[in-house]
């Protein structure tokens, strides 16, 4: 071989002008039903509280929740939801849930408030 | 007082990675009881490894209990994989069931030889010790009751209940529960009719706050596999039903099942215990989820 192209270059398009939404699809909460709907929440990194404190990271003004009902936590398997010793608990998919990872298209129940979990790419 | 009831591995026969199977996991069985920080693990199927990550995270020196259902390789191949047990200092007692029994412990070390795998069970750094369950099949660890009972499965199999403080957890896998069945033909005569399942198996799983059950069939599998060592997620909804059980985990997912066929069968053992007018809670074990089995299960 001599070093010879042997591939052609083709028009391309500059993709770094395209909005970035095309590309990724963030982790989202969708309420769905529950005062505090309709809503959607883009998930972070890190770990936040939920519940209807105001300190909470993700506050939830629904009065059934907890101040501090749960938390998010965002893992290396995925997102973690946990129960904070919540008054009326915390279920996925209509299980009572200390701790789940989440899945695309769980329901999360909080209080009378309905959340389904949408997985990002 | 918690029980908490964590599933690291629920699938039978053989980890089954893949999209079909990403919601309820494809490791094989692994469930840990953390009863009052007394950490007992029933089986060390493939979910064995990342309860291993887990626990190299917890601190000070483990002990953990270790209890096996038998030594087939959906429920042993992730021992070599569990971390804490090449860590000095870590403290395992694996169970054999009657007085004397040393099986698990020795088979364990069996699959650790060379033509298997490369480490050696006597390079294992950590404290490992085999014990037994005594001559009832009944011991008491750190105030948690365990209990023993002998299933219906090629080669045997044993099914444990845990008790503390009235909250009893149940681990029954690999169980052909059909196969017990006084009547084997009623299933198929009349398939509605709760079965005839026996006293003693109802008597081991009475009253239980959680039932993890093998449910590894549907109805329209069974048939080709009778013998095969699993049930009919149906008939595994009659136990609990008869026992009076609260809440049921379908343990031991066939592994050609996808998610939703996981779900269908939910559906259909739901539709069961409501037909025969339980209010039993139905769910499929799931890798990643967490319970309190000391809490009560519905909202309010
Ligand atoms: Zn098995
Ligand atoms: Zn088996």
Redesign the pocket.
Known sequence: MDGKVIFARTEMTDISVLPQRLFTRPHLFQVVAGEAMPRNITLGDGKVTIGRGSDCGMRLLSSDLSRKHATLERTRRGYLLSDLESRNGVFVNEVRIESALLRDGDTIQLGNMQIVYHEGS | MPVLVRFWGVRGSIPTPGRATYRYGGNTACVELDVDGTTLVCDAGTGARELGVELMGRKGPLHVHWFFS?M?W??IQGFPFFTPVYVPGHRFTIYGTRDGDTRFARLLSGQMRSAYFPVDFSELRGNIEAADLGPTMEREIDGVTVRCFEQH?PGL?YGYAFEKDGVKVVYST?NEIDMMLRDPEQPLRDPGALRDVPADLVDFCRDAALLICDAQYRDEDYPMRVGW?HPRATTTVDLAIRAGVKQLALFHHDPMHSDEEVEELVAACRARAEAHGSDLFIFAAREGFTLRADLPHRPG
């Open positions: 038998h087939h959906d429920h499965h199999s690999d060592g």
